[in-house]
């Protein structure tokens, strides 16, 4: 079985060539728990998600909302079932034009190779920003 870093590692190739349904698939729970930070009126993406149809739905509009330019982890720290990735990102709002830059930091819980819940820390007032 491989180690919960490289099933995380995994996900983000999923998601950086745009197969999402492999993503889902593969890496997420039926029950797993996924929140992003943000005020929902100016963020679509922002909220928390439960189970594999809501979190599609998330990327559904991250991907109508943003085109990235890089999305990547640039390490990774994992103890017990949890891992922390710590990336950055470029990219455009589609809605604006308006170019990002931003740091964050993500957390996984696994349970058997499968992530149970996710939470992304990020500088939400620089996406309102662009969204803008």
Known sequence: MASNTEAAKKGYEFFQRGDIPALLKELIDENCTWMIPGPKDKLPWAGTFKGKQE????????????EFSEF????????????????????????????????????F????????????????????????
């Open 55 to 66: 979190i599609g739905n998330f990327f559904a509009q991250v991907g109508e909302n943003w």
């Open 72 to 107: 990547e982890p640039r390490e990774m720290i994992e103890q017990g079932d949890t891992v922390v990735a710590l990336g950055r990102l470029t990219g455009r709002a589609r809605k604006t034009g308006k170019s990002i830059e931003n740091e964050w930091a993500h957390v």
């Open 109 to 132: 819980k696994f349970r058997q190779g499968k992530v149970v819940f996710f939470q992304e820390y990020v500088d939400t007032a620089a996406d309102v920003l662009a969204m803008s």
